[in-house]
């Protein structure tokens, strides 16, 4: 149980470019997705809380309009990188939290969407 | 926000070797976790350990809340345990972690 995937894994684009990347809570139900972004050799770094149907949380020094979440149902939320450039290239992470009322708070993750604007 | 400090940075073992993590974090928290990444990215759960024990096979953590530390234990180490582990702390603000900046795990045959 608890399977979160990510839709694409490889995304290589042109700079100006608009990119969605998907994260799909696949057997449970997620009130609250999280994404996060992860340069090469470093830890993972939270740009934004979205809890379903209302507006995502960003973290300080993360553009809102820059990158556009979505969260429209319990088990899908979207992530639209805007005119895309080669300094958005990152490995980009969703999590969902699994509400069980056991572990109310565990975060469990996709497997990543690595893009590379050129 | 809540500080998470990981050490050591790197480790570099022999197979069948045991080996201590620590997590190290600044405030009071509801959340704590233990990932591993693995080389192609994908974070696994290890632990979901806000406080207590846990053992799963060969790995248990322990955390200690009242002295904000965190242990992650590996025994008889064998090479498909190398990668990045993350620990990553949660407080008040329901759901968010901050995670540590890893420990690299090197397991040689």
């Known amino acids: 149980g608890a399977v979160v995937s990510q839709h694409p894994s490889w995304v290589i684009c042109k700079s100006g470019t608009s990119v969605k990347i998907e994260c799909r809570s696949l057997?449970?139900?997620?009130?609250?997705m999280f994404w996060y972004r992860q340069f090469p050799k470093q830890s993972l770094m939270l740009m934004a809380t979205s809890n379903e149907g209302s507006k995502a949380t960003y973290e300080q020094g993360v553009e809102k309009d820059k990158f556009l979440i979505n969260h429209a149902s319990l088990t899908l939320s979207t992530l639209t990188v805007t005119s895309a450039h080669p300094e958005d290239s990152s490995f980009y992470i969703c999590?969902?939290?699994?509400?069980?009322?056991?572990?109310?708070?565990?975060?469990?993750f996709g497997p990543g969407t690595r893009l590379l604007v050129l | 926000g809540i500080q998470v400090e990981q050490s050591p940075p790197d480790l570099i073992l022999q197979e069948g070797a045991n080996s201590t993590l620590r997590c190290n974090f600044s405030d009071s928290v509801n959340n704590l976790q233990w990932f591993h990444q693995n080389p192609w990215g994908q974070l696994i759960n290890l632990f979901y350990i806000p406080s207590g024990t846990k053992q799963n096979g060969r790995l248990s953590a322990t955390t200690v809340a009242t002295e904000r530390y965190s242990l992650l234990y590996i025994s008889s180490s064998q090479t498909t345990d190398s990668g990045v582990y993350f620990c990553?702390?949660?407080?008040?603000?329901?759901?968010?972690?901050?995670f540590g900046q890893g420990t690299i795990l090197t397991v040689h045959p």
């Open positions: 057997d449970f139900q997620a009130t609250t």
């Open positions: 999590s969902a939290s699994s509400n069980t009322g056991i572990s109310q708070e565990t975060q469990y």
């Open positions: 990553a702390a949660g407080g008040t603000s329901y759901g968010k972690l901050t």
